[in-house]
């Protein structure tokens, strides 16, 4: 079944209002994590078939560190946080002070910064699914992957499932006060049956 042929705009509009409350609670944790005042904008919701979401990739080939966590529970799979090369330097430098030259060669604080933010907006969003749901989700250990943004993709699918229909993208802006603006996206790569239980849970199938 592919949901993306299926759910209609008053039905995405539901998966966006999940996402901005996920967003909005990922912005209080964030906002006491750097001390500064963070806005999350969740501008777009789409579902995409995976060999689609290639398509919104604007460097496919920048190197870009991601986080990964784990979904367990009734609609298990894989959540993705990236943020672009130049986001995710900024964001290391208002935490350390520092900005990395080269993602690939981060220390173990500034890799343990990208992680921790990553973790934060995915766990968010999963706890405002769960909420929306009423479904028993909880989050595994995250993991921090550094490497060409296609290359972090496949992998994450291939992590998730081997056969998809659709994943779940949702445009993630972050804003921090009197800053710019940090663009990136979160992306949910559900197991095969998982977003028929979601949907189903929401009331859309």
Same mark, same amino acid.
């Given at each position: ?6 759910? @209609?705009? !008053?039905?995405?509009? =539901?998966?966006? $209002? %999940? +996402? &901005? *409350?996920g967003a909005g609670n990922a912005a209080t944790s964030l906002s006491t994590m750097i001390s500064k005042e963070v806005e999350i904008d969740v501008p777009t919701v789409k579902l995409v078939d995976l060999s689609e979401l290639y398509e919104y990739l604007k460097n496919p080939e920048e190197i870009v560190a991601s ?39 981060? @220390?173990? !604080?500034?890799?343990? =910064?990208?992680? $921790? %933010? +990553? &973790? *934060? ?85």
């Amino acid at each position: 079944m592919k949901w993306k042929d299926m759910v @209609n705009p !008053m039905q995405m509009d =539901v998966l966006k $209002e %999940i +996402g &901005n *409350i996920g967003a909005g609670n990922a912005a209080t944790s964030l906002s006491t994590m750097i001390s500064k005042e963070v806005e999350i904008d969740v501008p777009t919701v789409k579902l995409v078939d995976l060999s689609e979401l290639y398509e919104y990739l604007k460097n496919p080939e920048e190197i870009v560190a991601s986080t990964i966590v784990g979904i367990k529970g009734e609609a298990p799979g894989k959540m993705l946080m990236n943020f672009d090369s130049d986001s995710t330097k900024h964001l290391i430098e208002l935490l350390t002070g520092e900005r990395p030259e080269d993602l690939t060669n981060m @220390n173990e !604080m500034e890799r343990s =910064v990208v992680s $921790e %933010i +990553g &973790n *934060i907006i995915c766990s968010t969003y999963v706890i405002s699914l769960s909420n929306f749901t009423s479904l028993f989700l909880e989050t595994e250990v995250p993991i921090l992957l550094v490497d060409m943004f296609a290359a972090i993709i496949s992998e994450t699918s291939i992590m998730a499932s081997k056969d998809y229909d659709d994943v779940l993208m949702i445009e993630t802006i972050l804003k921090v006060h009197n800053g710019q603006k940090l663009n990136g996206f979160l992306t949910m790569f559900p197991e095969p049956g998982s977003l028929d239980v979601i949907f189903k849970k929401l009331g859309l199938s």
